[in-house]
């Protein structure tokens, strides 16, 4: 299964900016690239904070933006986002029974399941997952024991190294992660946003997981500072590849770069 993944797109109302930066124009050329290069993909996940402050205006942009796209969407939900607004213009949107937007989806091949989680506590910047999401989430695991999961969700539910986030992460993380370390059919992977910076790594249990980088605007690396500074950073999205392998997760950020040498074929051996 191929699957892309764009995450904190921070759209504003049109016309306005964001950091100086306008964040409809970079989405779209991401969302371009991808439909030039990844038509042949299953599916597009965006991991939250769609729009930077909930505005229905926000969410009707991004809604024309994916008219066109050729693959099946799931839109997830961070902390900048806000539940109505969003479910007005994408009343299609997925949702447990207590209305959060948390969904799972099984693989053709039947040996894998997505879940899509929501953390977002509105009023508040760090995650939450309150007893009714954990509950869905027990119930989703247990009805599918035997098939390997792919956690897909805004906040990060393991270290970061970002001090600027030492307050605001997912303040309930334990809690998911003790659901799925408990997990008998084991956890594939997990891909998220929030930190705006890339980072890749596997936990003292052997769960994997990769942030992917800010659409928008990205942090400075500077990881002991509390305010470090936004930067525009290279436009980009991953590209993930689950089968039999494995799975495998390609930064795609060099598609707006200027190139400065050709290459050539390696023969080998």
């Known amino acids: 299964m191929k699957i892309v993944q764009i995450t904190d797109t921070h759209l504003v109302p049109p016309g306005e900016r964001m950091h100086t930066l306008d964040p409809a124009a970079r989405l779209q050329k991401v969302l371009d690239h991808v439909r030039t290069t990844c038509a042949d993909a299953d599916l597009l996940v965006f991991t939250g904070d769609l729009a930077h402050d909930g505005a229905e205006s926000a969410y009707l942009a991004l809604k024309r933006m994916l008219l066109d796209i050729p693959l099946p969407v ?42 899509f989680l929501d953390s977002l506590e ?29 956690v897909f969700i805004h906040h990060p539910p393991v270290p970061h190294g970002m001090r600027h986030f030492d307050n605001i992460g997912f303040h309930d993380a334990e809690e998911v992660m003790a659901l799925l370390r408990a997990h008998p059919g084991g956890i594939r992977h997990m891909f998220f946003g929030h930190i705006h910076i890339p980072l890749t790594g596997v936990t003292r249990d052997g769960i994997g997981f990769t942030a992917g980088r800010g659409c928008n605007h990205q942090f400075v690396q500077e990881f002991d500072n509390p305010a470090p500074p936004w930067a525009a950073g290279p436009l980009n999205y991953t590209i993930i590849t689950i089968n039999d392998a494995g799975v495998f997760a390609h930064g795609c950020d060099l598609f707006d770069v200027v190139p400065v040498a050709p290459s050539r074929a390696c023969a080998g051996p």
């Open 74 to 115: 799931k839109l997830l939900l961070g902390n900048h986002d806000k539940r109505l607004p969003f479910l007005r213009v994408f009343p299609e949107t997925a949702v447990d029974e207590a209305g959060f937007v948390q969904s799972f989806l099984d693989t053709e091949e039947g040996k894998d399941r997505l879940i």
């Open 122 to 150: 509105e009023g508040q910047t760090g995650g939450r997952y309150c007893t009714a999401r954990s509950e869905w989430l027990r119930q989703t695991l247990a009805s599918a024991p035997n098939r390997a999961v792919t």
